[in-house]
């Protein structure tokens, strides 16, 4: 059984801060790694995904993932009260069967 | 383009009853996923398609679940009979998956579905 974790949180972090989201996974054979922001009521949606060992940063988010680690994280810098949501981490493995992760519950405080 | 589109936005049905959730997906998409979102389990992958065949139904619950896509705009996931425990939000979304193993998804805006 593929599986995703993640800690569910809420993670609260100061506005203007860094906030970082961490997931891992049990499938070596994953390829693609992806975060996806839900807020409340409304369907997720892609914030950037990841498939090369390393950061990838696109404005204020850098994804960093570590596949001998299996791991796979989110930063947020420059923390706003907009970025309050449920961050949800999802892996493509190479049957192209797409699994998610719990989510993680980001509280920003003003 | 109008997005995925799912019918209908809120349906409420008695214990027994069969529901009927529909997708669109968007034009040119060749993947297409169902999956239901709970708090205590989550976002659940039920089925996805390739282009229109089913690839991996391991995630449907039972026998009572039962999905379609006849062609390339159109799919349905059917519950008969429906159980209490079938309440939750369901979801379509779509991928053109351009490089395997890299499937963005783009998400309608949810079927939620309470059975009484």
């Known amino acids: 059984q593929k599986e995703v974790e993640q800690n569910s949180g809420p993670l609260s972090v100061p506005e203007g801060a860094i906030a970082s989201l961490n997931c891992t996974y049990s499938?070596?054979?994953?390829?693609?790694f992806f975060w996806y922001r839900q807020y409340s009521g409304k369907s997720p949606e892609l914030i950037m995904f990841i498939y090369s060992n390393g950061d990838k940063e696109d404005g204020r988010f850098t994804a960093q993932l570590n596949k001998a680690s299996q791991y796979v994280s989110l930063l947020i810098r420059d923390s706003q009260p907009s970025d309050s949501a449920t961050y949800l981490c999802?892996?493509?493995?190479?049957?192209?069967?797409?699994?998610f992760g719990k989510g993680t519950r980001l509280h920003i405080l003003p | 383009d109008a997005g995925v589109i799912q019918s209908p936005r809120h349906e409420v049905t008695e214990m027994g009853q069969e529901v009927t959730l529909r997708c669109k997906p968007i034009?040119?998409?060749?993947?297409l996923f169902w999956y239901r979102q709970t708090m205590m389990r989550g976002l659940e992958l039920l089925i996805y398609?390739?282009?229109?065949?089913?690839?991996?139904d391991s995630g449907m619950p039972e026998d009572r679940f039962s999905a379609k896509m006849p062609n390339a705009s159109f799919s349905t996931l059917k519950i008969q009979p429906s159980e209490p425990r079938d309440s939750a939000v369901y979801f379509c979304?779509?991928?053109?998956?351009?490089?395997?193993?890299?499937?963005?998804?783009?998400f309608g805006a949810g079927s939620r579905l309470t059975v009484l």
């Open positions: 499938d070596r054979g994953s390829q693609s």
């Open positions: 398609f390739n282009n229109n065949v089913p690839i991996d």
């Open positions: 999802a892996v493509n493995g190479m049957d192209d069967k797409i699994i």
């Open positions: 979304a779509s991928s053109y998956g351009t490089v395997p193993g890299a499937n963005v998804l783009t």
């Open positions: 034009s040119g998409h060749n993947s």
